[in-house]
């Protein structure tokens, strides 16, 4: 696809931004041909409701999913949630009509947000002109697009690029076009999940979609070695500082991202014993990374690590009501975590492995050790 070809040319011709393939391979040796299933939604936040209903709510979503910054408290939790909770309370809030209307105020208010979301008329423009092309192109129903796709996952994210000018995410980088298309991948990878393959998510080349490049993605494998930026973008990096859209640092950034995701699926394919999707990879690199960005960020510094480590599972012990969830159990004993000198790690409690948990509320979602890894 054009997404992984463009983003290979970067990076062979990158000035800012390194891959380190040992790195890559040291990654793939320590996950030891296993790896964590992250399951989508693990964090139990999306509307689903198994029909058609629910691809119009994750056409809403991922047009809106991006830049939760600089408002520190926003995440994209908060999106997928404050849409499902306008849904639960109005089901027709996404009918095309609707959609061609909200104003920035409006959208803000459906989210029952208490201040300006970041570009917020920019994100009621495109709910704007999602309504409007969804009316005039496909009977105002995202059922209806995603099954014009005929069950592919390309020519869905063709389909979303070409009729949506807002998800028609490429640029041009040292002459030469770059396709990353974030948000209409991601579109296809949420309905595979919340459909679970089946249905008005069932593809059959859900292995052709790459990574989605985001933000969170970059630093986690930045923190483990796989990438590496030049001294001057490091420093705007690290100091906050915004990467200019569309500039040779940002391209970079997310063409490498993309690259690098590419590169560790194939050799965890080959120490796993089968195929290993980018969907899979993401998912995986992405949960690690909004759990545990604070300690990936800092995971040169072992001791601070291990350290806010510690206070967070100590946190967990102490906060054994956790929420009773589908695959999800108390800790009633404990086991240390082991933790990977990359600055990843994996607990195993009895017979279930955590596969995920969530620093900001001191939850964890443990799953069953067997069946779910591979
Ligand atoms: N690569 C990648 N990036 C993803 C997602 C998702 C959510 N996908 C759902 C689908 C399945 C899972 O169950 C997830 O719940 C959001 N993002 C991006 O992260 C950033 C938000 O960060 P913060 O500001 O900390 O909330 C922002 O750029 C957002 O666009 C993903 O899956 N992969």
Redesign the pocket.
């Known amino acids: 696809m054009e997404v992984r070809t463009s983003c290979r040319w970067v990076a062979d011709h990158a000035s800012y931004v390194n891959i380190d393939a040992k790195s890559i391979d040291k990654v793939a040796e320590e996950m030891n041909g296993s790896m964590p299933a992250?399951?989508?939604?693990?964090?139990r936040?999306?509307f689903c409701d198994g029909g058609p209903l629910t691809a119009q709510y994750m056409l809403v979503l991922d047009a809106l999913?991006?830049?939760?910054?600089p408002d520190e408290e926003?995440?994209?939790?908060h999106l997928?949630r404050g849409l499902r909770d306008a849904l639960f309370a109005d089901s027709k809030a996404f009918d095309a009509e609707r959609l061609q209307k909200y104003t920035g105020p409006e959208l803000r208010q459906l989210l029952k947000w208490p201040r300006r979301l970041p570009l917020e008329d920019e994100r009621a423009r495109l709910l704007r002109e999602l309504g409007f092309v969804l009316a005039k192109h496909f009977e105002g129903s995202a059922a209806k697009l995603v099954e014009k796709a005929n069950k592919s996952a390309i020519e869905l994210v063709e389909l979303v690029a070409g009729h949506f000018p807002g998800f028609r995410d490429h640029t041009v980088y040292k002459g030469k076009q770059v396709f990353i298309y974030?948000?209409a991948q991601?579109f296809v990878?949420?309905l595979w999940?919340a459909f679970k393959g089946k249905g008005l998510g069932e593809f059959n080349d859900i292995s052709s979609i790459t990574?989605?490049?985001?933000?969170?993605?970059p630093a986690v494998l930045r923190s483990w070695g796989i990438l590496s930026y030049s001294a001057c973008l490091a420093e705007k990096v690290d100091k906050s500082e915004t990467i200019v859209p569309g500039s040779e640092e940002e391209v970079e950034i997310r063409a490498c991202t993309i690259t690098a995701v590419e590169s560790l699926k194939e050799k965890l394919s080959k120490k796993c014993g089968q195929d290993v999707t980018s969907v899979q990879v993401?998912?995986w690199?992405?949960?690690s990374?909004?759990q545990n960005?604070e300690l990936a960020t800092d995971s040169a510094d072992l001791s601070r690590f291990s350290k806010l480590y510690e206070e967070w599972w100590q946190s967990l012990v102490v906060n054994i009501g956790l929420t009773p969830r589908r695959n999800t159990v108390s800790v009633k004993a404990q086991t240390k975590p082991a933790i990977f000198p990359t600055g990843r790690s994996l607990m195993a409690y009895n017979d279930y492995l955590v596969s995920s948990f969530e620093m900001r509320r001191s939850t964890c979602i443990l799953q069953p050790k067997t069946g779910k890894f591979w």
């Open positions: 992250v399951e989508w939604d693990f964090e936040i999306h999913n991006f830049c939760f910054w926003l995440h994209y939790e997928a974030k948000r991601i990878a949420d999940g990574m989605f490049a985001d933000y969170v993605v993401d998912w690199l992405w949960s990374g909004i960005l």
